[in-house]
């Protein structure tokens, strides 16, 4: 039985895409067995991110951030303002299933690679791209503009600090998942019709479309969202960080009244009995006076004790751990991906429920700036 983890062999993907939103969609199409090949510009040492070196990191073209997105691809490297070139890249994209872009307004057009080119050459082709604020606006968008624009910033941070980026770029990664599923659309559309289309995602839109019960709040209770720290606006006791005993961080997700009543069952206080807090609406409405009844409470148990106590009642909860401790975890152990001493992230979590092999295909690790040269020119 075929599985789901190899939906998408036979079908060949290129990438004309640079940093995070664009090569994340490639990548997922190679770990679902697509063929990958990623073009790069010869002159600025190809995708932005292989330069994008952290701390103490060893430096060579595959940077830890480029190996994020990059894994299971062929680099090449073309020149698309040379002719001999650019028609190189036209027999890859006559070739294709699916061509990825994330170019600046005008310049897909400038190089040859825009939708009407590469649909002329091919029309089957599904043409995806991405952009900062749509074909019609030429103004660069980057992640941590557009959660500064968009109002992820202004809800993110304490009330006495000022405006917090989130640490990883998912404006960036919601677009990339707007796009996988556009392009998984029409590839269904065109095995009923025959025919490619043309996609497009703007991180703008990809922003505001997550904004979700946090967007939803203002456009129905016209609740402007504030900073809160981890605190929940309509659900208490939900996010808030406890100290325990043991001086560790401890975090509480009860979204039910029967959770609630479980919790105060385990530490032995009464306060579901409470009108102030016997119910959600109470508790939020009140939840100053809950999280100082609480915390006091809590400051009296070892926070592995009282994760397991919760866990066993079906209370959600967690010890706050760092990413080192959360990518060591066993539970992590299906998502990460293995390639000699390399190691790297899946971008898919899905498994399939079935009686066919459910083991992830293995992906080659992030390829060297033009590595595939030769092979694919020889092609």
């Keep these: 039985m075929t599985s789901l983890h190899n939906a998408l062999q036979g079908i060949k993907v290129i990438e004309l895409a640079n940093i995070l939103a664009g090569p994340s969609v490639g990548m997922f199409c190679a ?6 090949i990623k073009i790069e510009n010869p002159h600025t040492g190809g995708d932005t991110t292989r330069s994008w070196n952290i701390t ?3 430096h060579n073209d595959i940077s830890a951030y480029f190996s994020a997105v990059n894994w299971g691809k062929k680099s ?7 002719t001999e070139q650019c028609a190189l890249c036209h027999t890859l994209c006559s070739e294709a299933d699916i061509v990825i872009v994330s170019y600046k307004h005008g310049d897909a057009e400038k190089y040859g690679v825009d939708y009407k080119t590469i649909s002329a050459i091919n029309p089957r082709i599904i043409y995806g791209s991405i952009t900062g604020f749509g074909h019609d606006n030429n103004r660069v968008g980057f992640d941590a503009v557009l959660q500064a624009m968009t109002g992820f910033m202004s809800m993110n941070g304490l009330p006495e600090t000022p405006p917090i980026k989130m640490p990883v770029a ?38 505001i479309t997550a904004l979700a019960n946090q967007g939803t709040n ?7 969202p504030q900073r809160l720290g981890s605190d929940h606006p309509n659900i208490a006791p939900y996010g808030h960080i406890f100290i325990t005993k043991d001086k560790k961080e401890f975090l509480l997700a009860i979204g039910s009244d ?17 009108k102030d807090f016997s119910t959600n609406s109470a508790r939020v409405q009140n939840s100053a006076a809950l999280y100082s009844a609480l915390e006091k409470v809590l400051a009296e148990w070892d926070a592995d004790i009282i994760e397991q106590y919760c866990i066993a009642a079906d209370i959600p909860c967690a010890v706050i751990r760092s990413v080192a401790e959360a990518l060591e975890s066993p539970l992590a152990a299906p998502y990460i991906l293995h390639d000699g001493t390399m190691r790297g992230i899946r971008t898919i979590a899905f498994q399939e429920q079935s009686d066919s092999d459910n083991t992830l295909p293995s992906l ?15 092609e």
């Design 31 to 36: 770990e679902l067995g697509a063929e990958v």
């Design 364 to 378: 080659q690790r992030p390829p060297h700036l033009g590595e595939h040269n030769a092979i694919i020119q020889k």
């Design 258 to 274: 029967t959770q609630f009543k479980k919790l105060c069952a385990i530490v032995n206080i009464s306060l579901h009995e409470h």
């Design 218 to 224: 203002y456009l129905i209770a016209h609740h402007t």
């Design 56 to 58: 103490g990191e060893y």
């Design 76 to 82: 090449i490297t073309l020149d698309l303002t040379n």
């Design 170 to 207: 998912l404006i960036d990664i919601m677009a990339a998942h707007q796009l996988k599923q556009a392009l998984l659309l029409a590839l269904l559309q065109r095995n009923i019709t025959g025919k490619g289309t043309a996609v497009t995602v703007s991180l703008y839109g990809a922003a």
